[in-house]
């Protein structure tokens, strides 16, 4: 019967509509799963096994009314412990918020329960956020599915996970710098940044508004579609979020005529491990048997963009907890009063200039994208290392070493990453679109008729259930 925790999304609600399994059901096999495997993991920072029972049920009762909520009714998800959830602790990560039971729901939980998901756990993560690899010093680091030694990468490390090995759906997760994607690429499974204000960010505690991104982690690219038509939407307790009424869901794709990739080597390639690249190459080559063309092309301004980013993340972190830092400075993690020092030294004039450089590079690229589909890439660049090799001066530059994520949250565009295969240290390697504002439908049929045309695809989340966990 574990089985059917491997199946897409839109495969097991049609059983649970034609009474085939029942959300009570399969909410148990998902916390039989979890007791199996999270204590070896180390993917939540708190199983809601009660509480997801207690909406299993209601979930039945409704069913038994002829009432389904959406297209995720009985679904167990994930939710990253950075999101309030209504009378269950929101943690951040931190000692100092391990107590803290928030009262009400942030809206994109609000919306996966309206949809009928059950909220299984709140996911572990770096502390607030702040990092590339789930090592957290208060509630124990997240380990990779396919090799304990190593992380999961970060921040959202515990919910790529829950998700890669069946202990939920989906899960959703934040990304500032790619905190969506690293983990998804280095654990095996799909990951989807939207554009920024597609998603409302009411009830995430912020890393850097500017920059932050929520949206959702997956085995497959159609339960990404799902999951963020579901939490996609204007709220006007985020006046970041737009009122956009086109759907995410898309129809398949057969091949890839007509379609062109941008490439900039100079940039996706800079510090890849052979074996990374191979991989890649690969995909490439895939890619261009299915009819799309990967083309040359520049990105100017690209590194002051980044270096911009840089500046931008820790100057809008310290505002954030400034007040907090003159309370519980000595219940921070090392890493993170590394970031502190730095980002208290950037000035109010280098903040400003850099977010004009920033400006100035998105409607370049915005230029450079012109008649292309996506760029393409890598998403990790580095296999995962060892947990507890890090040191604090890492903090900031991780992200930037490990792949290839930060482009896209300088910038605000869609990114996607999706499986494409093993290095020779059977770890996984993640390709990436990115994608210009809101063309997420684009992505994603792009990403699914990738997903589709490989025929170790399957295999590969054959392994995943039968092997990694």
């Not at 329960?113 to 996911?123: D, L, N, S, Y």
């Not at 690429?185 to 995430?204: I, N, Q």
């Not at 060892?386 to 992200?399: F, K, R, Y």
Request: hydrophobic share 40%; charged share 20%; with cysteine.
């Amino acid at each position: 019967m574990t089985d059917i925790l491997f199946e897409p999304i839109e495969t097991v609600v049609t059983h649970i509509k034609n009474n085939q399994l029942s959300p009570v059901e399969l909410t148990q096999l998902t916390i039989n799963q979890i007791h199996e495997h999270e204590p070896r993991l180390n993917a939540f920072i708190t199983v809601m096994a009660e509480e997801a029972m207690v909406q299993a049920k209601q979930l039945e009762r409704e069913m038994e009314n002829d009432q389904i909520r959406g297209p995720l009714h009985g679904i167990p998800i994930a939710v990253k412990d950075i999101l309030q959830t209504m009378g269950v602790r929101t943690t951040s990560g931190s000692k100092i918020f391990e107590g803290w039971i928030p009262d009400e729901d942030a809206a994109a939980v609000q919306k996966l329960r309206e949809a009928g998901a059950i909220i299984i756990g709140k996911a572990n993560l770096h502390e607030f956020a702040m990092g590339a690899t789930t090592e957290n010093p208060h509630y124990g680091s997240t380990k990779n599915p396919w090799d304990g030694t190593r992380i999961p990468g970060g921040s959202s490390g515990g919910s790529a996970v829950a998700t890669a090995t069946g202990m939920a759906f989906g899960a959703v997760g934040t990304d500032t710098a790619g905190s969506i994607r690293l983990p998804a690429a280095m654990c095996g499974t799909v990951g989807l940044k939207p554009t920024y204000g597609l998603v409302s960010r009411a009830g995430c505690l912020p890393f850097s508004w500017s920059l932050d991104h929520v949206g959702p982690m997956t085995r497959t690219v159609k339960d990404a579609a799902i999951m963020l038509e579901v939490m996609k939407g204007h709220d006007p307790r985020d006046p970041s979020t737009l009122k956009r009424n086109d759907s995410i869901l898309f129809k398949p794709l057969t091949d890839l005529k007509g379609v062109k990739f941008g490439f900039y080597e100079p940039y996706m390639f800079s510090g890849i491990d052979d074996g990374v690249k191979n991989v890649i190459e690969q995909a490439f080559r895939q890619l261009e048997l299915l009819g799309a063309e990967i083309v040359p092309i520049d990105l100017p301004g690209i590194e002051q963009a980044l270096d911009a980013l840089k500046a931008i993340a820790q100057a809008e972190v310290v505002s954030v907890h400034k007040p907090m830092l003159k309370k519980f400075s000595h219940l921070y993690g090392d890493d993170l009063k590394y970031r502190f020092e730095y980002g208290s030294e950037v000035s109010a004039a280098t903040y400003i200039h850099a977010q004009r450089r920033r400006d100035q590079f998105v409607r370049k690229t915005l230029k450079q994208l012109s008649g292309l589909d996506a760029l393409i890439g890598p998403t990790n660049v580095k296999i995962p290392f060892e947990i507890g090799t890090m040191v604090p001066e890492m903090a900031i530059s991780n992200m930037f070493t490990l792949g290839k994520t930060p482009l896209a949250n300088i910038l605000g565009f869609p990114a996607l990453s999706v499986p494409c295969g093993f290095t020779t240290e059977n770890l996984p390697v993640g390709l990436q679109f990115i994608g210009k504002p809101f063309t997420e439908r684009r992505l994603l049929q792009v990403g699914d008729c990738y997903e589709q045309s490989e025929d170790w695809f399957k295999a590969l989340k054959n392994k995943f259930t039968r092997e990694a966990v």
